[in-house]
């Protein structure tokens, strides 16, 4: 095995744990139940995938779903709902990337959009008392590329930004699919499974 030199991590189910019930009962008690089949904690559709792909803005976002609610809802409502996916990010997570960050350059690679990211950076990546940049050295991220994994571009645009050569590079998901990707792109892969403590597996690296 290649000597590993940069670690990316996916974010939804590898560092912060999900709850997909959670969310869609949310979503159906604000009267937007639809959001039963739109969600997916690997890969949503419909107007949560254009959200996540930086297709349309957040007001955008917000207008169709108040279109097509049941009942009246709110901006706040519609935050709320959505950030229902988030269980949490546990401490020993975040002194697991400042750790690896001293030997490692480290990264993270997620599909998301920027009212899950701003939620994260507000209430999760800060309970240290630091900001996402003391665990990163780069975030790439779907909505702002504008692309989604498990296509190809995502990683390739990822590899090309951070000169990272693929077979020197360790990358952790939850998703079946988007590990395949990056294993016939070259990319060493590491498969979490639910609620999964793979401290042991990195640190023996």
């Known amino acids: 095995m290649t000597k590993i030199k940069n670690i990316?991590?996916?974010m939804g189910g590898v560092l912060i744990d999900l709850d997909w019930n959670a969310c869609v009962s949310a979503f159906t008690d604000n009267g937007f139940p639809q959001a039963k089949d739109m969600l997916s904690p690997y890969l949503p559709s419909g107007i949560f995938m254009q959200l996540e792909m930086g297709k349309i803005p957040t007001c955008e976002f917000y207008q169709h779903i108040k279109d097509n609610a049941d009942s009246p809802?709110?901006?706040?409502?519609?935050?709320?709902s959505l950030n229902k996916f988030l269980v949490g990010l546990p401490i020993y997570k975040l002194e697991m990337l400042r750790k690896l960050k001293e030997t490692y350059n480290v990264y993270m690679l997620s599909n998301t959009s920027s009212i899950i990211l701003n939620y994260v950076d507000a209430h999760m990546f800060t309970q240290e008392g630091f900001t996402w940049e003391a665990y990163f050295d780069r975030r790439y991220v779907s909505f702002e590329m504008q692309l989604l994994k498990p296509d190809s571009s995502i990683y390739e645009s990822m590899l090309a930004d951070s000169g990272m050569i693929p077979s020197e590079t360790l990358f952790l998901?939850?998703?079946p699919a988007n590990i395949a990707t990056a294993q016939k792109l070259g990319i060493q892969t590491y498969h979490v499974s639910p609620m999964e403590d793979y401290r042991n597996y990195l640190f023996s690296l």
């Open 8 to 10: 990316v991590f996916d």
């Open 173 to 175: 998901d939850d998703s």
């Open 73 to 80: 809802i709110t901006d706040e409502q519609i935050d709320y």
